[in-house]
């Protein structure tokens, strides 16, 4: 019988806590050596390039389409109304559950206005 390798973002498995804001640093890493190797480069430009802004909104839409899928992973393993004053009182496996999809939920949602005001920058100041 095949050996069965459990998957990291599992049922019991709490990676599901860090993986939106591992997604959110790498997007800030990522967009921050794009601008700062394009700036050097290109010194006597002030401005960032279209393939440059590109490249960063290009980053920024796959890391909201990871987040989005981290976020939807644990909306199903939250498996409830969204309440914030809901109280969990028994140390059940249901409960526990419900706990880290609700952080998890969460998180996906700070870092999804991290990884838009990462983004915003590129945006907003069109100089090096």
């Given at each position: 019988?095949?050996?069965?390798h459990?998957?990291?973002?599992?049922?019991?498995?709490?990676?599901?806590?860090?993986?939106?804001?591992?997604?959110?640093?790498?997007?800030?890493?990522?967009?921050y050596?794009?601008?700062?190797?394009?700036c050097?480069?290109?010194?006597?430009?002030?401005?960032?390039?279209?393939?440059?802004?590109?490249?960063?909104?290009?980053?920024?839409?796959?890391?909201?389409?990871?987040?989005?899928?981290?976020?939807?992973?644990?909306?199903?393993?939250?498996?409830?109304?969204?309440?914030?004053?809901?109280?969990?009182?028994?140390?059940?496996?249901?409960?526990?559950?419900?706990?880290?999809?609700?952080?998890?939920?969460?998180?996906?949602?700070?870092s999804?206005?991290?990884?838009?005001?990462?983004?915003?920058?590129?945006?907003?100041?069109?100089?090096?």
């Open positions: 019988m095949a050996e069965r459990p998957r990291l973002i599992d049922e019991g498995s709490l990676y599901i806590l860090v993986a939106s804001p591992t997604i959110w640093a790498a997007h800030f890493l990522l967009c050596w794009i601008a700062a190797i394009y050097a480069k290109a010194a006597s430009s002030e401005l960032l390039s279209v393939g440059t802004k590109g490249a960063i909104w290009g980053l920024t839409a796959v890391a909201l389409l990871g987040v989005g899928a981290v976020a939807l992973k644990a909306w199903r393993r939250y498996n409830a109304d969204f309440v914030i004053n809901e109280e969990m009182t028994r140390d059940t496996d249901e409960e526990r559950k419900s706990f880290t999809g609700h952080v998890a939920l969460l998180l996906s949602l700070i999804t206005v991290a990884i838009v005001f990462t983004a915003l920058p590129s945006v907003i100041v069109p100089s090096c």
